[in-house]
């Protein structure tokens, strides 16, 4: 077992609690070869069996009964990487997991057309079109994967249309990255890092709370810390909401136990605001998009007419 460097991982609030994605854990190592076994071998056969009782339950119903096997499942930073190389963890577990690569799993078995499909919605998620390595996975999730997604079509930013929600703009430059004092973990070429401006979403965490029931089940929900112009990166914790009698998020978290567990979002709003260190800005919505005439989809469109229908005022002659 290699030793990994854990990036950025005592930046977070004083209680230690948050998480961090864009902070992965990194190892040296030699370039990326290719994967040396089907990732179909390494899943659990009742993963497979899961997501395909799920395939024609709605979105959210469908995220929920997946990934709620993996409530209590322990939280390990920077559980995965390509079999090789510069990260040679595997390319999926399922006894650990941490905030991103516990999403990443649970959208790749509800969004594809079978458990046997998984793979390439996974990869297509965490990785540039450049192929599958290291150099060109989605490291940081507000300058990637958050717009690599949005572009492919697999997210649709849906921040900008929650009640308060507020536009902001962040710069990126080679000085941003080379001024930041954890650079020289990442064993990326300075011509890699991601730079340019940004213009995005998010609603204030001040302002969140009332804004919770416009979130769709199964919504990704990213934690956005402060924009300090010294830092380039933004963004330190990510969960998927489920359905409950409260809007509820399920997330891989080091708070408490250490585990796969599920949150009052107003409550984790409400937390997340004592943040002092690095304080907390906001959050950043994503729905995932479904295509095709899948069971699933389908499910998911007749469930959206159900609500649409329910939800209009009765006329009268």
Known sequence: MIALLLIFG??????GAEEANDLLPIAAGQPTQPLG??????TPPEVLERARQARELPWGERVD????????QRYLLGPLGEAGGLDDDPV???DAFDCLTFVEEVLALALSPTPERAHEVRMALRYRDEGISYENR????????????VAQGWMRDITGDLTGAEWHDKT???????????????????????????????LPIEV????????????LVFTVRALWDHLPIAISHVGVTVPGERPTMRHASRMGKKVVRDDSLAWYTQHVQTYVNWPTAGLIVLAPQEYGPTPGHL?????????????EPSSSD
């Open 138 to 149: 989605r490291h940081f999730m507000l300058s990637e994967w958050i717009p690599g997604t």
């Open 92 to 94: 999926t577990r399922y």
């Open 65 to 72: 009964f997946i990934s709620e096997p993996w409530l209590g």
């Open 37 to 42: 076994y089907d990732p179909l071998e390494r």
């Open 299 to 311: 499910a998911s469109l007749r469930a959206q007419e159900k609500s649409a229908t329910a939800s």
């Open 208 to 219: 969140a709370e009332q804004a919770l029931a416009q979130i769709p089940e199964g919504s």
């Open 10 to 15: 005592r930046v977070h609030a004083e209680d």
């Open 172 to 202: 990126v430059t080679l000085e941003t990255w080379l001024g930041w004092k954890r650079r020289s973990l990442f064993p990326l070429s300075d011509g890699r890092l991601p730079v340019g401006s940004m213009h995005f979403a998010v």
